[in-house]
């Protein structure tokens, strides 16, 4: 049995850019990896089944973690069955990329186990076919991406802490991307202007989101009480930035729902991964 990490994300700030033909959205955005972790175990058995414990909510068909198994299967030089379970700590439906994170950690745990010899880029690029947000976390270093979220560039981001807020709500994306008023043509912009002046980069999906659903509002005007409250990818969690005048501890005690103190990570534990 091997034990592997799977870590969660921040949108520090997500712009629509545009629209293609084929209905995807082009977008801006960076992906701020952070230390709250889902955990994946892995044992391998003889019988080829695979089965997963710990997301009964999910169809084992629809679960991205046994889409993972079955897009590494025709390179598997060792095939095996797999009993895999998951310690969910990243909350489902949030926008803190949890179920993406879980097939990215499949990729490269089954890489390994199954033999498949396949470099980083490679799963990247199978991570794709599962979602926009998989590749990230294959690569597991923070980046600037651009697309639909696949054009990636790394960057190196200030080590800091974020208080969390997970309202008592799940977000339809689909619902989102249905909005007539959802802001499609924001100008592209540069990583050099963030840097320049962060707080005024935000997410064009947090209008729509706090309007649809009263309890992301609440938990954004709380958090803009002590600093500068963001909606996460399509939410839906909020977060703000710690500053050094703020009360930590009472902040989380009186959040008016599930509140999380995260920090950010230079990259991902799994970065460094090795079966033993």
Not at 206 to 212: N, Q
Not at 213 to 224: H, I, R, S
Request: glycine share 6%.
């Amino acid at each position: 049995m091997i034990r592997v990490p799977s870590p969660a994300k921040l949108n520090l700030f997500l712009h629509i850019t545009g629209r293609r033909d084929n209905g995807y959205h082009e977008l801006q955005t960076i992906f701020q990896l952070i230390d709250l972790t889902d955990w994946l175990e892995f044992t391998q058995t003889d019988d080829l089944i695979i089965s997963i414990d710990g997301l009964s909510s999910v169809d084992l068909e629809q679960n991205l973690i046994y889409k993972a198994t079955q897009v590494l299967k025709p390179f598997a030089k060792q095939p095996t069955g797999l009993k895999i379970s998951i310690e969910k700590n990243i909350p489902m439906g949030a926008g803190l990329g949890g179920g993406s994170s879980n097939a990215a950690t499949t990729l490269i745990a089954i890489n390994q186990l199954w033999q498949c010899g396949l470099n980083i880029e490679q799963l990247a690029e199978l991570g794709l076919k599962l979602g926009a947000d998989v590749p990230i976390f294959v690569h597991g270093r923070n980046a600037w991406a651009e697309g639909i979220g696949e054009h990636l560039t790394f960057i190196d981001l200030d080590q800091k802490q974020y208080i969390v807020l997970k309202p008592d709500c799940f977000i339809s994306t689909q619902l989102l991307f249905s909005q007539k008023t959802l802001t499609r043509d924001t100008k592209p912009t540069k990583f050099c202007a963030y840097q320049l002046k962060p707080f005024n980069f935000g997410n064009n999906f947090e209008p729509l989101a706090r309007s649809l659903y009263p309890e992301v509002n609440e938990a954004m005007q709380y958090l803009d009480q002590f600093g500068i409250a963001k909606l996460t990818g399509t939410g839906a969690c909020v977060f703000t930035e710690v500053t050094a005048d703020m009360n930590t501890d009472e902040i989380l005690a009186h959040s008016p729902c599930k509140a999380y103190l995260v920090n950010s990570l230079n990259e991902s534990p799994l970065r460094h991964f090795q079966v033993l």
